[in-house]
């Protein structure tokens, strides 16, 4: 299945269903083949070898889409850089997305997680067009071989 998010409204309710892609690497090879330039969010890791990674971020592209984002996150060259800071060289990252076009369901993902999350940012904001906002993640069955190989 397509890394894609899905959305149900019911009675001021909005129930989201995120299908995450597999973790890749983020590296600038991997991000160019393998991550699409449309919107979406994203969640990006630390990874120090054995079976967990630790999340370090989580965030929207939309302008310029999640590849340009991504690239912005790693690539000194890139056109498109993230607060004029990168990621640390000497770590490994891993990186997961979901497509998703609409900037408000975006805002209301990303307001669901840092209420749920303490280390998220507690001034996020949401559309208001939802009284409740649930969330429900789905997971790919398996790890990539890219993931494994790069241990």
Not at 50 to 55: E, F, L
Not at 72 to 98: F, K, M, T
Request: aromatic share 10%; charged share 25%; proline share 7%.
């Amino acid at each position: 299945m397509e890394p894609s998010v899905s959305k149900l409204t019911r009675k001021g309710s909005a129930y989201f269903s995120i299908h995450w892609s597999r973790l890749l690497p983020l590296e600038k090879d991997v991000v160019i083949r393998k991550v699409p330039s449309t919107a979406g969010i994203y969640e990006v890791y630390r990874y120090e070898g054995g079976p967990t990674a630790q999340i370090i971020g989580r965030s929207r592209a939309y302008y310029g889409g999640l590849r340009n984002t991504m690239r912005g996150l790693i690539d000194p060259i890139s056109p498109y850089p993230l607060n004029g800071e990168l990621l640390p060289a000497n770590e490994q990252h891993l990186v997961r997305y979901a497509l998703i076009e609409s900037s408000d369901d975006m805002n209301d993902i990303l307001f669901f997680f840092a209420g749920r999350d303490c280390h998220e940012d507690p001034e996020q904001e949401h559309s208001g067009k939802y009284q409740y906002i649930y969330v429900k993640e789905i997971l790919p069955e398996s790890i990539p071989n890219e993931v494994t190989a790069a241990q």
